[in-house]
């Protein structure tokens, strides 16, 4: 069997750690080509030294002497996005798997499609601010592929192999529903940041642990879905599942319906995206059968969560939309950490922020660019409560 040359973006994450483990189990299957990320020095290091790793790179110029420092004079480092651009389009590089957190993923997915390697996409924001261009990007480059990594794209992924698109009725996207799940809506007001973060079943970074609370990363997810299964908004259902067992499923044609189910564990979808098409036993944890399994399963209580409702606009709208969404979101998710506003506000602002916009098509990155700065600054001075 030929190596598979692995690039981690992103790789101190959340993601990225639960990556590592994955590359550790097949050291004769994969190699490491590179690793990337900005900030935490001596866990990037860990892991340059563990896999020998090609090169490593911060994104952040000023970690640059700290970095080399730390690191064995013989493996090589760098510094800025140039250097990850050149990593991702490297002939030894085969995979790329993007877990950054915010848009810097965009060019080097951008870039490693074009190059066509398989991209493994962490990363929802690429397929929210820059789906329409990562379909046409995939359309333009046969040899490229893109396999998701968020567990429910990568169960409908695996849902949907070796199917044919106009088989595809619906997709049932399903949400743990997030901390505030069994709230009285009413308590919401008063939920701090703390409470948000008290996820019942994903142990998973701030951010998105934030935004389970509030849908948002189910509205983030229904536009993710859209792009990469090509599936149009009204086919794109949302159920609420508080096990986190079932990570998604599809309704086919002939209204059947096919699910898949593991344990909620990270290193599921990360390792189908760098194995598939092969699955391979990489001693993850078996669902337990010995005790009863209790899958619950429901829509959503209308108007309960209108985050929902503002990927339902975003998707229908298309273009810039779905972009200020997400960066109206990001922003709004600050204020509330740093306790500015609460959490209600968080709709509030992402849906006051998308009222104000004027779409414009997804052509350039420039375009999409300047749509995200200016919702994140109109996001950023909203008066709410
Ligand atoms: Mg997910």
């Not at 990225?16 to 690793?35: D, H, I, M, N, W």
């Not at 991702?88 to 066509?116: F, Q």
């Not at 108007?303 to 998707?315: E, I, S, T």
């Amino acid at each position: 069997m030929s190596v598979t040359g692995v690039a981690v973006l992103g790789a101190t994450g959340s993601i990225g750690r639960s990556a590592a483990q994955v590359l550790e189990r097949f050291p004769e299957r994969f190699r490491v080509t590179g690793l990337v990320a900005r900030s935490n020095t001596a866990e990037l290091v860990r892991q340059a030294e563990q896999f020998r790793a090609g090169i490593t790179i911060t994104t952040d110029p000023e970690k640059f002497r700290e970095l080399r420092g730390a690191l064995s004079p013989s493996l090589p480092c760098a510094a800025g996005w140039d250097p990850v651009l050149e990593l991702v389009t490297a002939p030894e590089t085969d995979i790329v798997l993007c877990a950054i957190v915010g848009t810097g993923g965009l060019e080097p997915v951008l870039a490693a499609l074009r190059a066509g390697k398989r991209v493994a996409l962490a990363s929802k924001e690429v397929l929210v601010l820059a789906g329409e261009v990562v379909e046409r990007t995939l359309d333009a480059s046969p040899q490229a592929e893109l396999i998701p990594v968020d567990s429910e794209h990568s169960a409908i992924f695996q849902c949907l192999c070796g199917r044919k698109r106009a088989e595809l009725k619906t997709i049932y996207l399903t949400a743990s529903g997030g901390a505030f799940r069994d709230w009285p809506r009413e308590r919401l007001a008063s939920a701090t940041p703390e409470d948000a973060l008290a996820h019942p079943t994903w142990n998973m970074g701030p951010k998105v642990t934030i935004d389970s609370a509030s849908l948002m990363n189910k509205a983030l997810e229904m536009i993710e879905a859209r792009h990469l299964f090509r599936a149009r908004p009204e086919q794109i259902e949302v159920l609420i599942h508080p096990q986190s067992i079932v990570h998604s499923m599809v309704e086919l044609t002939d209204s059947g319906c096919i699910a898949q189910l593991s344990r909620p564990d990270m290193r599921f979808a990360i390792q189908y995206a760098l194995t598939f098409p092969d699955r391979v036993d990489g001693g993850l944890p078996e669902l337990d059968f010995r005790k009863l399994l209790h899958l619950d399963l429901r829509l959503p209580e209308p108007g309960r969560y209108p985050a929902l409702d503002f990927a339902r606009a975003a998707m229908r709208a298309g273009g810039t939309l779905p972009g200020v969404l997400n960066a109206a979101n990001e922003v709004a998710v600050e204020r509330f950490r740093k306790g500015e506003i609460r959490f209600p506000s968080i709709w509030e602002i992402v849906g006051r922020t998308m009222e104000h916009h004027r779409v414009e098509p997804q052509q350039e990155l420039e375009t999409i660019r300047a749509a995200d700065a200016w919702a994140r600054q109109f996001a950023a001075e909203l008066q709410v409560p």
